[in-house]
């Protein structure tokens, strides 16, 4: 059975740096393709960043590109998100989700119904 727990979200301040970690266990993440998503209150959930099987490429949507960071450490089973400059609008459940079936290593899955498996969520609040 394979279970991704998401760790690192916080109360942090407009301007911040955090970095929020997803830990996979059940399985090797080494093959997966990778996302992190975000709900904010009221809202859909958002795809926010991607990585691919091989980690060779990422993607980030408009909101989230040259601030965040995705990176992943297949030697600890372990996905990352990075934040810096954090903005009030930042606040959202951050989640990450893994995809086996029918990966290519060399491909971003954008949407989350194309992912095989989610965490629980960390909460990222951002106060101004």
């Known amino acids: 059975q394979v279970q991704l727990v998401e760790s690192g979200g916080g109360l942090v301040q407009a301007g911040d740096s955090l970095r929020v970690s997803c830990a996979v266990s059940?399985?090797?993440?080494?093959?997966?393709?990778m996302g992190w998503f975000r709900q904010a209150p009221g809202k859909e959930r958002e795809f926010v960043a991607g990585?691919?099987?091989?980690?060779?490429?990422?993607y980030y949507t408009d909101p989230t590109k040259g601030r965040f960071t995705i990176s992943r450490e297949n030697a600890k089973n372990t996905l990352y998100l990075r934040i810096n400059s954090l903005k009030p609008e930042d606040t959202a459940v951050y989640y990450c989700?893994?995809?086996?079936?029918?990966?290519?290593?060399?491909?971003?899955?954008?949407?989350?119904?194309?992912?095989?498996?989610w965490g629980q969520g960390t909460q990222v609040t951002v106060s101004s």
């Open positions: 989700a893994a995809k086996y079936r029918g990966t290519s290593l060399s491909r971003v899955y954008l949407r989350g119904s194309e992912y095989d498996y």
């Open positions: 990585i691919s099987g091989s980690g060779g490429t990422t």
């Open positions: 059940g399985r090797s993440s080494s093959s997966a393709a």
